[in-house]
Antibody, heavy 121, light 111 residues
Framework: EVQLLESGGGLVQPGGSLRLSCEASGFTFSSFAMNWVRQAPGKGLEWVSSISGSGGSTYYADSVRGRFTISRDNSKNTLYLQMISLRADDTAVYYC??????????????WGQGTLVTVSS | QSALTQPASVSGSPGQSITISCTGTSSDVGGYKYVSWYQQHPGKAPKLMIYDVTNRPSGVSNRFSGSKSDNTASLTISGLQAEDEGDYYCSSYTSSNTLVVFGGGTKLTVL
């Protein structure tokens, strides 16, 4: 059974930093691209970032490029999202999501339960 | 503004069929087979309902079906049931540097 467990969310001041983690199990982690998708309160889904199975290719939404960094440790089956220069509009539930493909994100098939990030003073 | 356009809401009575559209461009929906649909209930994580335009994951009811014509993908739910109520999102691979785009979501109400 695929399981994705996010952690690291919380309250942070504007301009602050946070690192999210996602522990994966139930599948061969290194074989699949992984994603971060966020959902602001009462809003729709917004794709944030993707990383290939090997970790060699990364992709970002324009809204976070230059501030967020996605990475993975295949030896620990863990996905990360380092977030800096956080803004109020980054407030959202952040979902870790497994892709069906290995090299590029072409379709998410499993989602974690999400971790809430609140950016506020 | 979302990259893919969905109606904000649709509704139907139990037993009826409804269709949710998802309109993009030739750089995303129209250009690739990588369109997915997700169901989300309040306070829950999204759940994959359709992948690669027409395919249903194991365990998803065959009342759910997907199709595509030109730049518009569609999700059809037949034999509506109360449990189908929720938000539905489409997504597509895109050749732009953002890689993945979502629709704005459609709220399905079962009357």
């Amino acid at each position: 059974e695929v399981q994705l467990l996010e952690s690291g969310g919380g309250l942070v001041q504007p301009g602050g930093s946070l690192r999210l983690s996602c522990e994966a199990s139930g599948f061969t982690f290194s074989s699949f691209a992984m994603n971060w998708v966020r959902q602001a309160p009462g809003k729709g889904l917004e794709w944030v970032s993707s990383i290939s199975g090997s970790g060699g290719s990364t992709y970002y939404a324009d809204s976070v490029r230059g501030r967020f960094t996605i990475s993975r440790d295949n030896s620990k089956n863990t996905l990360y999202l380092q977030m800096i220069s956080l803004r109020a509009d980054d407030t959202a539930v952040y979902y870790c999501a497994k892709d069906r493909y290995g090299s590029q994100s072409k379709g998410i098939d499993y989602w974690g339960q999400g971790t809430l990030v609140t950016v506020s003073s | 503004q979302s990259a893919l356009t969905q109606p904000a809401s649709v509704s139907g009575s139990p037993g009826q069929s409804i269709t949710i559209s998802c309109t993009g461009t030739s750089s995303d929906v129209g250009g690739y087979k990588y369109v997915s649909w997700y169901q989300q209930h309040p306070g829950k994580a999204p759940k994959l309902m359709i992948y690669d335009v027409t395919n249903r994951p194991s365990g998803v009811s065959n009342r759910f079906s997907g199709s595509k014509s030109d730049n518009t993908a569609s999700l059809t739910i037949s034999g509506l049931q109360a449990e189908d109520e929720g938000d539905y999102y489409c997504s597509s691979y895109t050749s732009s540097n953002t890689l993945v785009v979502f629709g704005g979501g459609t709220k399905l109400t079962v009357l």
